[in-house]
T-cell receptor, first 115, second 113 residues
Framework: NAGVTQTPKFQVLKTGQSMTLQCAQDMNHEYMSWYRQDPGMGLRLIHYSVGAGITDQGEVPNGYNVSRSTTEDFPLRLLSAAPSQTSVYFC??????????????FGEGSWLTVV | AQSVTQPDIHITVSEGASLELRCNYSYGATPYLFWYVQSPGQGLQLLLKYFSGDTLVQGIKGFEAEFKRSQSSFNLRKPSVHWSDAAEYFCAVDVFGNEKLTFGTGTRLTIIP
């Protein structure tokens, strides 16, 4: 998935710890978002940003924080990790054009286990 | 509630056989429609999307999908599957054109020799 880079790929946390999942894109896309993927539930939107300095909540925002200081970066912070946050996290960036509509690219995912 | 339905959790087909994965959505207007594929331990790769115009959309890896407005469906097809097509397939919609996706729960495809 060229252009969207997520780190780390794997992480184990203890309950109550905090951490940040990093996401960077080099395609100069205004729109970025975070999803989580859980078995049998597909992907669900956590937070999104339509540009630097602008963020908003998605479907499942509780327990997560985001900021967007630059166009390129959109980190996701877990404030106090809980076992329910064990999941695979995907960052996405996208653009919209009159000719082709919306095109959304995903990173390779971050596997997070909270014990 | 607005939703995307992939009724088949798991499908098994023989290598060389044809494939159809189903996707239905429950929105009043015509959304942007997408199919993504995810190999084990990997991210999501865009196979194809419907934006407007021709309702038969061609994608990568020999896949195509047909948008049927009357049935609110966007089924994915491939005439002859290869062992490398084994993966999980997700249908997704962007209802308002605001780049926020709602996903189906996915269909896992197994290929047998």
């Amino acid at each position: 998935n060229a252009g969207v880079t997520q780190t780390p790929k794997f992480q184990v946390l203890k309950t109550g710890q905090s951490m940040t999942l990093q996401c960077a894109q080099d395609m100069n896309h205004e729109y970025m978002s975070w999803y989580r993927q859980d078995p049998g539930m597909g992907l669900r939107l956590i937070h999104y940003s339509v540009g630097a300095g602008i963020t908003d909540q998605g479907e499942v925002p509780n327990g997560y924080n985001v900021s967007r200081s630059t166009t390129e970066d959109f980190p996701l912070r877990l404030l106090s990790a809980a076992p329910s946050q064990t999941s695979v996290y995907f960052c996405a960036s996208s653009y919209s054009s009159y000719d082709s509509g919306n095109t959304i690219y995903f990173g390779e995912g971050s596997w997070l286990t909270v014990v | 509630a607005q939703s995307v339905t992939q009724p088949d959790i798991h499908i098994t087909v023989s290598e060389g056989a044809s494939l159809e994965l189903r996707c239905n959505y429950s929105y009043g207007a015509t959304p942007y429609l997408f199919w993504y594929v995810q190999s084990p331990g990997q991210g999501l790769q865009l196979l194809l999307k419907y934006f407007s115009g021709d309702t038969l959309v061609q994608g990568i890896k020999g896949f195509e999908a047909e948008f049927k407005r009357s049935q609110s469906s966007f089924n994915l097809r491939k005439p002859s599957v290869h062992w490398s097509d084994a993966a999980e397939y997700f249908c997704a919609v962007d209802v308002f054109g605001n780049e926020k996706l709602t996903f189906g729960t996915g269909t896992r495809l197994t290929i047998i020799p």
